[in-house]
């Protein structure tokens, strides 16, 4: 007899406005305690010192994090220059310091470098595994730690303001894996000084945006006066970008016992209405308004990858 899962089977997204001082995985761990549900997992790493957009999946929206994880992210953060540090944000150690501070027409000459694919080598305090630990493990431990560069794409790079001398505000848009922390790290050198990142909120993840994001305070006041539509987002908010393919009620029970589905029979009559999806193509298969599967159109069947029960 299998064992009883903890908790309650609670299924959907919460996008938390992550405070600052909170590891993401303390987060997430926060907003599973809060709703007592059975499954949790969160869209993407936010460093303690940062803020904002952590999408957390509870039950089956688990099973959509890694569309999360591959989607665009935003962030405004602010660089100090003068002072490079040990992690690259305010919580390391002073390691190097510069009397130079760039001017403005100085800075906005520099960001067209750094946008679109750019070689990035991530910072030594971050998640990579080097032979089966984390750097950051390594760098804690005062081991040597050697990062290869990778290829990163950044869609936009722009100075908004302008505080002092001392500091000047970024918005960036990027792909999968790009780290704030290096971008101000490695635009700091590129001015001739040294620089380090002092805030730093994220304003989107993927079809996640700050404006629809709750703090924990308020997901613990809505949880006792408000029905989780007001604070739970369905399963397929996070597969916005996916396309939607209708099925009947057979085609649909087809897949959530992970059979295939035909599109067309052997006589050539379409029995799906796949559009203009390519062979190879995921899609999110939907049967009277809910999400049932995520799938791959292979040929002339639509294959389950992952059964959605919501």
Known sequence: MGRRKRGR???????????AGLTSTR??????????????????????????VLPIALGE?????????????????TVRFGEARSTDDAEGAVTDTSDRRPADEDIAAALPGFTGAIEQTPPAYSAIHIDGRRAYDLARADRQV??????????????????????????????????MR????????????????????????GPFTEEGAIS??????????????EYLLAVETALDDIPALALNATQADHLRHGRPVRVRGEEGRRFVETGSLDDGAVLCAMAEGRAVALAR??????????????
């Open 182 to 205: 290096a971008l101000a790290r490695d635009l700091s050198l590129r001015l001739g000084t040294v620089g380090h990142i002092a805030a730093l909120r994220r304003t989107r993840c």
């Open 146 to 179: 050697v990062i290869a560069p990778r290829t990163v794409h950044v869609d936009a790079f722009a100075l908004v303001a302008r505080p002092d001398a001392d500091h000047a505000v970024f918005e960036v848009s990027c792909g999968k894996g790009t780290y």
């Open 61 to 77: 929206a688990t099973k959509t994090v890694s569309y999360v994880l591959d989607g665009s992210k935003s962030y405004r953060f």
């Open 27 to 52: 987060a997430t761990s926060k907003v599973r305690a809060m709703l007592d549900a059975q499954r949790a997992g969160h869209g993407g790493t936010l460093d303690p010192l940062a803020t904002g």
């Open 9 to 19: 089977p609670v299924t959907g997204w919460i996008v938390l406005d992550k405070p």
């Open 216 to 229: 924990l305070d308020s997901l613990a006041t809505l949880m006792h006066s408000a029905p989780p539509s």
């Open 297 to 310: 159109l292979v040929g002339d069947e639509i294959r389950p990858m992952r059964v959605l029960n919501v």
